[in-house]
């Protein structure tokens, strides 16, 4: 599926002015902040009027650009006022009067789809994670009229998972601003800096990462090791560092926003596994100058071996060591690797393009038949 293919079909012209309701959960505020943070900047120039549909204990202040009404949901958390809830959020919703409903997030797909249809309104939904077969989404084949994806491989992964809907699927890359220096290996003599960015599901997986960087200590290669993303298995993490003599060069950071500028304090970027969602933290890594070692599978569309970043087995220890220690030994061959990276994103990931493409969405959306 090419990015931002048109629909060839004639369109009606639009009946009401475009004001926007987006529904996302904490997990997409959190890690698709770049996005948000760029979509909202783009709708307050474009003086659309947008209300953002949130969990109560979500953090929305480093994302909120323009006047933006923030309507939490649910507003009780108690089961037994579940229906209290909806009602309250069909009113919130009813009184800000959206002519579209945008779910950023596959696990809000039910919710759209039902607050869709009590708002009589046409409704974007979009995917950034892998489906199974047997993960079919909840989507209104009367009411949803785009599905967007960030990458290519979810475009086809949804196509497959939902074949009646791929027709409506379109494409849009995240957009990110590039730097203009490259900040991998800037200083000559500074400590070479990792940063690690993973999820808490098994940090067991990063055994043979963490074997490798023990060889590299061994053999005379300073480093200074960063970890984010570990949430609640960070106690797990701390004992398997212990376990490979690499505390003492480790730091494990919390969830901490901006994360850009934990990104730009480092030279080399790993992604230890295969990802099914997209990695927001990847892209803002080849944007900053941070070399990017990584693995292919899942969605690894960003993963282009020698052209954005360098590409290891995960599950294969001396492939892990062969190539950090190549990023060590050639840092200009690295800091050009970078650059590749950071032009790569100029080109396919430009924000001005980003939110031209989803806007052209939502007035089509207005025209939906």
């Not at 939490?72 to 809830?85: G, I, S, V, W």
């Not at 959020?89 to 869709?116: G, M, N, W």
């Not at 990458?151 to 939902?162: L, P």
């Not at 960087?213 to 560092?241: C, N, P, S």
Request: with cysteine.
């Amino acid at each position: 599926m090419s990015e931002g293919q048109e629909n060839s079909a004639p369109q009606p012209a639009e009946t009401k002015p475009l004001r926007l309701a987006l529904l996302a959960s904490e997990r997409t505020i959190y890690e698709y902040s770049i996005f948000l943070r760029h979509l909202l900047v783009g709708l307050a120039d474009e003086s659309i009027p947008v209300a953002l549909v949130c969990p109560a204990d979500c953090d929305v202040d480093s994302v909120i650009s323009g006047a933006v009404e923030v309507i939490r949901d649910p507003a009780f958390k108690l089961p037994l006022l579940r229906r209290q809830n909806r009602k309250r959020l069909i009113d919130r919703l009813e009184k800000f009067e959206p002519s579209v409903l945008h779910c950023l997030c596959q696990s809000k797909a039910a919710l759209a789809k039902q607050l869709a249809k009590q708002l009589d309104l046409h409704y974007i939904l979009t995917v950034n994670s892998l489906r199974k077969q047997w993960q079919r989404l909840s989507i209104s084949s009367k009411r949803c009229s785009t599905i967007t994806v960030p990458a290519e491989s979810i475009a086809d992964n949804i196509a497959k998972t939902n074949p009646h809907f791929a027709e409506r699927i379109k494409r849009i890359n995240i957009g990110a601003f590039a730097e203009e220096t490259i900040g991998c290996f800037s200083v000559p003599g500074r400590l070479t800096g990792m940063v690690i960015a993973g999820s808490p599901d098994n940090p067991a997986e990063l055994e043979n990462l963490f074997g490798a960087l023990r060889h590299l200590a061994i053999d005379g290669y300073e480093f200074m090791l960063v970890l984010t993303g570990y949430g609640w298995t960070e106690g797990q993490l701390h004992k398997l560092l212990a376990a490979f003599g690499l505390s003492q060069m480790a730091v494990v950071v919390p969830e901490l926003q901006p994360r850009r500028s934990i990104l730009a304090a480092g030279d080399i970027f790993i992604q230890p596994r295969p990802s099914n969602s997209f990695n927001p933290l990847l892209l803002e890594a080849m944007s900053v100058g941070t070399v990017v070692a990584g693995c292919k599978g899942g969605v690894d569309d960003l993963i282009v071996d020698g052209q954005t970043c360098t590409v290891f087995d995960p599950d294969d220890e001396l492939s892990i060591y062969n190539c950090l220690q190549r990023l060590f030994d050639t840092p200009d061959s690295a800091r050009q690797l970078a650059g590749n990276a950071q032009q790569y994103i100029r080109e396919n990931h430009t924000v001005s393009k980003m939110i031209s493409s989803i806007l052209r969405i939502y007035h089509d959306s207005l025209g939906f038949v």
